[in-house]
């Protein structure tokens, strides 16, 4: 399953494209932010923004796109570009008949941390881990980007699972390289639970 | 000069078409409002509404948007999709190079009725009397798209001018329509800044 997802913003919009296995395994394949200055005006900001949408839609064909779903707590100035930029984004994948699937922020830091409450540091600690990367996407909201393409990918992929799938606490030194120990742990649970 | 006016908003967006000639006489092209149900996903609510803004556009050919610049009074449920809308129609005049204006509620009731404080039923009884018509525009979001035409071609046409064209509180009986009242107040308004 190839998921693109979107951390949306006015500033810096994250793109991130992850292709997720059955087995859960999860490849990189294109990660990005759109930046536009505050300095040029709304309507040419919001324009880059959708051409940058679309060359994202055109290049990598995503089956799904996933949106984080913009939250009050942000300051309303800033939930204003957030919800601008997420508008022409959730529309131009429906215009393509692209499904989009909105995640809350606390749900996308569950799946990937294992949880909600995790920092920005510790989601791309672990988006970094996840998709085998020598470096750590850059800035926060590329790894957003990809948080949100694999945690909607492992929903997915296992209806029914549990939306965490793995605990940062619980990485300790094993065997296993911390992705390895992350779908074990996940695919145990999974196999309880049915 | 022809405006297409645009109240954003996710369950009615309000869309209204002006031409204001130089003597700021102004005549409705067309008004309308998009509707989208809250039963449908967000995806297909935006879809419409984008492509109903692309076709306004392409019927209309406004040489300007002017758009309610969304503001922090309203509750955050309602300004999430409000902003996502007028993000999508902001990006769609964009893409044609066609110019965005901004106005916020009470320049554009500043504009109509002379009070920035008006009510939705005295900005709508003023569009009504402006643009001569015989029933008033329902519901108050197609009013209100007009209001944001006509605000925007008067700032347009008479730089410098002041922004409140007419007073409610003046309209009293004489020889003059309400309208033609409204014209002849702005045009000495405006001549006795010059």
Known sequence: ???????????????????????????????????????????????LIARSIDEWLDRYEPEVVAVERVFSQLNVSTVMGVAQASGIVIAAAARRGIPVALHTPSEVKAAVTGSGRADKAAVTRMVT???????????????????????????????????????????????LTPAQRLWAEAESRARRKT
Chains 1, 2 share one sequence.
Do not use: Y
Request: net charge positive.
């Open 1 to 47: 399953m190839r998921v693109l997802g979107v951390d949306p913003g006015l500033t810096r919009c994250g793109l991130g494209v992850v292709d997720v296995a059955r087995d859960r395994r999860a490849t990189l394949v294109g990660v990005g932010v759109v930046g536009t200055s505050a300095q040029e005006p709304l309507d040419a900001r919001l324009l």
């Open 129 to 175: 881990k996840i998709l085998r990367l020598e470096t750590s996407p850059r800035p926060a909201d590329a790894a957003d980007a990809l948080a949100l393409a694999l945690a909607h990918a492992w929903r997915g992929a296992a209806p029914g699972s549990p939306s965490a799938v793995g605990r940062t606490t619980a990485m300790t030194a094993n065997a």
